[in-house]
Nanobody
Framework: QVQLAESGGGLVQAGGSLRLSCTASGRTFSSSSMGWFRQAPGKEREFVAAIMLVGGAAYYAGSVKGRFTISRDNAKNTVYLQMNSLKPEDTAVYYC????????????????WGQGTLVTVSS
């Protein structure tokens, strides 16, 4: 059973920073590339960032590249998302998940989601 627990969201002013954390169940984390998605009110969930299981290469959506940094601590089964220079359009519920890349883009192959963590950026 996949278990994911996100934390670290909150209310921040534009230009501020937050660091999100996600702890995943051992089997999921140790065998998966991991990533972050977000869903803003009234919009579909979208890919934000991914970090590969092998090699640790990171990939970002164009809208966050240069502002967000994804990392993982394998000893703690935890993936992080450092978010800097936040904008009001970053307001969303953020979810971590296992990720894969296919023709349709980045997706969650396990289709298992945590409760998410809400990030609100005020202008």
């Amino acid at each position: 059973q996949v278990q994911l627990a996100e934390s670290g969201g909150g209310l921040v002013q534009a230009g501020g920073s937050l660091r999100l954390s996600c702890t995943a169940s051992g089997r999921t984390f140790s065998s998966s590339s991991m990533g972050w998605f977000r869903q803003a009110p009234g919009k579909e969930r979208e890919f934000v960032a991914a970090i590969m299981l092998v090699g640790g290469a990171a990939y970002y959506a164009g809208s966050v590249k240069g502002r967000f940094t994804i990392s993982r601590d394998n000893a703690k089964n935890t993936v992080y998302l450092q978010m800097n220079s936040l904008k009001p359009e970053d307001t969303a519920v953020y979810y971590c998940a296992a990720v894969k890349l296919a023709g349709r883009g980045w997706y969650n192959p396990l289709d298992a989601w945590g409760q998410g963590t809400l990030v609100t950026v005020s202008s």
